[in-house]
């Protein structure tokens, strides 16, 4: 473009100076250019602007103003661009980025910057930088300035490089020999430039991508982060508003790039509680959990499908002292507290007692002024009436019971009933009464016990009991009085185990009997050994009413489970160790095959071992198991630093593929010769030919190894293998792609021309896979390259392709 604008700029000159010549001969034209460039020089110093003229020279004549304006800006802007120039080459040299420079508006300061990054690359790689390869480049000042310490002169070039020859082939490749590349970088191959050697480029020089830059084999290529774009220049990124993150992914802004969402920790997924939630790079996995597997502390209801909480609190699972306290999968036994027995009750000896309130008066709100007393209850009292009192519900007090007025007296017929507080008192008349005979001697009525004598009524189920003048009917112990439909009275048993408040422990089972009850301790627990001193009541209070405590199965049953026991509050259960389920005897314990169960999910990248409790992963031949454990790496059997040469002919090229590898011997065909600076290359051994044979015999043949896995993933508009391009001087290039030799086992789809596609572009053709290749299979593919002149060829090479696809899939 700035030789474009010199060229009219100089024939604008000329007309100019021509006209001048016819009118003006004797004017010193000379002068008048010289100055007016010296002020466009003196300008872009010190203004760094070319839009306005210097004031010193606008005061010339009308006839010289447009010659002088355009001297002014040719050389203003030519200084300009030098300057920017150098600031682009210096920002390349100190490792600053292209993009982010003094001046963007201008193209020279990119340009210059760009060419310096090559140099600098090429410089790095130890190539020779004026090596066929970078022609296109070698008159560029920034490249040789950077590519060499002293630069080198276009004398050099033209000899070290051989441009003499204007029809020569240059032929540029860009392919990778290693599998790994292949698979993540075929897809957008660019114009990088090539370079020879294994060099960290991306390393020694900062900023030659704006975001990413990844080294390659023998060269580098800038890529852009999730939800950014490469340019066409190849080296920038544009933001991809239409689709910012693909699915399963967020945008980090603090990263500016797109980070995995882990859908399980989110609580992001639909799996149901019966099966567990396994994240993935952009998704998920929902494993199903068979009914017999539920996890430890879940119980299968086959009605949901579903794993529920298994409460285990209410087998009450600790022991006495802790208390036990349900979470989903699971229980905790935390140690009981005074705070934890709750009001009412004392821990003591690891157990919550009762407090009787009753037994200090500090510990209850009863008065006695008030004719209250405490009846203590459990973890509770309660304030009652004194005998010979009852409460007022509408004063909320105790009044006195006038048991005269009531008839609530034992005073005999011959006695007058006498109302006092809180009681009353019989007074005699003047006969002794029924029940009480008249002492003689004391002149007193003394009381006749008529339940000695057997005068009186009681059933027979009650007890007669005396009293003054009289006796009672009363009920033995566990019984109470009922009055029956004949309105007599009668005694019936209490059923003590139906009281609301529980006479006997949670861990015991309550039996009624006449008059009394006794509490049987439930499975899994006992009573306490019995103090061999114990009276014969002690004995009976321990037999009826003895506390009981938990058995501990596991220590006092030895095997009870094959593995596991789990004691808890009044019984036990038998648990499996990792990798085990129990069986249907609750006892035993069986493997897990986890290769098995979790088929559908693959455990192993290559094979799946069961080992008892757990598994093992193992790596077909030529892989060998990463520190994972379960992935497979494959060996690269054509490490050249390995001690293990496995082609060992002198043409021999070793390519490494997943599991195996190939040795390739380059044959050359008659005529040629193997490439002593190029081992996967057959050139012409003469460079004497006559007639159409110079330009239809191919000049070179170069032999490329491209290696996959097998059933490789191709996306809809295919995957690009492989780039050839050509020199841009040529009216037109041919490219012809050709299937050679397909080599597969008989149970394997072979590849045909269906398979595989050209897309041309310019000067360059790209080879695109557009079906997934099953392995093992070799293709050996031929991609011939005719340039024309006039419609005349004028040179041709051929790039044999050699694709190899692997037996297994990763």
């Not at 997924?269 to 790079?281: A, E, L």
Request: proline content about 3%; charged content about 20%; aromatic content about 8%.
């Amino acid at each position: 473009m700035r030789a474009m604008k010199l060229n009219i700029i100089g024939v604008i000159l000329c007309l100019i100076f021509s006209y001048l010549d016819r009118v003006l001969a004797d004017e010193q034209i000379a002068d008048y250019i010289r100055k007016c460039c010296i002020s466009g020089l003196r300008n872009a110093r010190t203004t760094s602007v070319c839009d306005k003229m210097d004031s010193t020279i606008v005061n010339i004549s009308n006839l010289w103003l447009g010659l002088c304006s355009s001297t002014f800006g040719v050389c203003c802007s030519k200084e300009l661009d030098r300057q920017n120039c150098e600031l682009g080459r210096l920002a390349a040299l100190e490792g600053a980025s292209c993009n982010k420079g003094f001046n963007l508006t201008s193209t020279s300061y990119t340009n210059c910057c760009r060419a310096c990054q090559v140099g600098l690359a090429v410089k790095a790689s130890q190539q020779k930088c004026t090596d066929p390869l970078f022609s296109f480049l070698l008159n560029i000042d920034s490249y040789r300035l950077c590519c060499s310490d002293d630069g080198f002169s276009n004398s050099e070039l033209e000899s070290e490089s051989g441009l003499e020859g204007k029809n020569k082939l240059v032929l540029y490749t860009d392919h990778d020999e290693r599998e790994e590349e292949i698979v993540e970088s075929r897809e957008t191959v660019d114009g990088t430039i090539v370079l020879s050697g294994d060099d960290d480029i991306c390393g020694k020089i900062p900023n030659l991508c704006e975001q990413v830059c990844i080294n390659t084999y023998d060269a580098y290529r800038c890529s852009c982060h999730p939800g950014y774009k490469l340019n066409d220049n190849n080296v920038t990124c544009y933001a991809d508003k239409n689709n910012i993150c693909p699915s399963g992914y967020v945008l980090d802004g603090n990263q500016g790039k797109c980070v995995d969402i882990d859908e399980c920790q989110e609580q992001l997924h639909d799996c149901k509680t019966s099966q567990y939630c396994h994240n993935t790079i952009g998704g998920y996995h929902c494993l199903n959990i068979k009914a017999k597997n539920c996890p430890a502390g879940y119980l299968y209801n086959v009605k949901s499908d579903e794993c529920e909480d298994d409460d285990e609190c209410i087998q009450s699972p600790c022991e006495k002292g802790y208390k036990c306290s349900n979470y989903p999968g699971g229980y905790d036994c935390n140690l009981i507290s005074s705070e934890t027995c709750g009001t009412g009750f004392l821990l003591k000896n690891g157990s919550c007692i009762d407090i009787d309130e009753c037994a200090q008066s500090t510990t209850n709100s009863c008065r006695n002024d008030l004719h209250q007393e405490c009846k203590n209850t459990v973890g509770n009292y309660h304030c009652n009436c004194l005998p010979g009192y009852s409460l007022d519900v509408t004063q909320n007090k105790c009044v006195d019971i006038n048991e005269c007025s009531i008839n609530n007296h034992n005073c005999l017929p011959t006695q007058r009933c006498d109302n006092t507080i809180g009681s009353y008192i019989c007074t005699r008349w003047t006969s002794c009464g029924t029940g009480y005979t008249l002492n003689a001697g004391t002149g007193n009525c003394d009381d006749i016990n008529e339940c000695e004598t057997g005068d009186h009524n009681c059933g027979e189920k009650q007890i007669c009991r005396n009293r003054n003048g009289g006796y009672i009917c009363a009920c033995p112990a566990g019984h109470q009085v009922i009055r029956l439909s004949d309105s007599v009275n009668s005694c019936e048993d209490i059923n003590e185990c139906a009281e609301d408040s529980p006479v006997c422990s949670s861990n015991a089972n309550c039996y009624n009997t006449i008059g009394s009850y006794y509490c049987e301790c439930k499975p899994g627990f006992q009573r306490k050994s019995l103090n061999s001193n114990a009276n014969s009541m002690d004995q009976e209070n321990w037999y009826a009413h003895g506390q009981c405590f938990d058995v501990d199965e596991c220590q006092s049953i030895p095997g009870l489970c094959q593995q596991k026991c789990v004691n808890f509050w009044g019984g036990y259960r038998c648990t499996c160790n990792q990798g085990y389920e129990l069986s249907h005897d609750n006892r035993t314990c069986n493997d897990i095959d986890e290769c098995e169960v979790h088929k559908d999910y693959k455990l192993c990248m290559g094979f799946c071992i069961n080992t008892p409790g757990s598994y093992q992963c193992s790596c077909p031949r030529g892989y060998t198991l990463a520190s994972d454990k379960t992935s497979c790496r494959d060996i690269d059997e054509c490490d050249t630093t390995s001690n293990n040469h496995v082609c060992t002919g002198r043409n021999d090229i070793c390519t490494n593929i997943r599991g195996s590898f190939k040795c390739t011997t380059i044959n050359c065909p008659s005529g040629y010769m193997n490439d002593a600076d190029q081992k996967n290359r057959c050139r012409q051994s003469s460079n004497f030919c006559e007639g159409e044979e110079c330009y239809t015999k191919p000049s070179a043949f170069t032999y490329n190894f491209i290696t996959f896995v097998s059933k490789l993933m191709i996306p809809p508009d295919g995957r690009t293998i492989f780039t050839l391009r050509g020199p841009i001087w040529y009216d037109d290039i041919d490219f012809e792609l050709k299937i050679i030799r397909v080599q597969a086992a008989p149970n394997i789809v072979k590849a045909t021309d269906s398979y595989f596609d050209t897309l041309k572009s310019n000067n360059q053709v790209n080879v695109i896979l557009k079906k997934k290749l099953e392995g093992p299979q070799d293709v050996e593919l031929a991609l011939s390259m005719t340039v024309f002149t006039n419609g005349m060829p004028r040179g041709k090479s051929v790039a044999k392709l050699f694709l190899f696809v692997s037996q297994y899939t990763f």
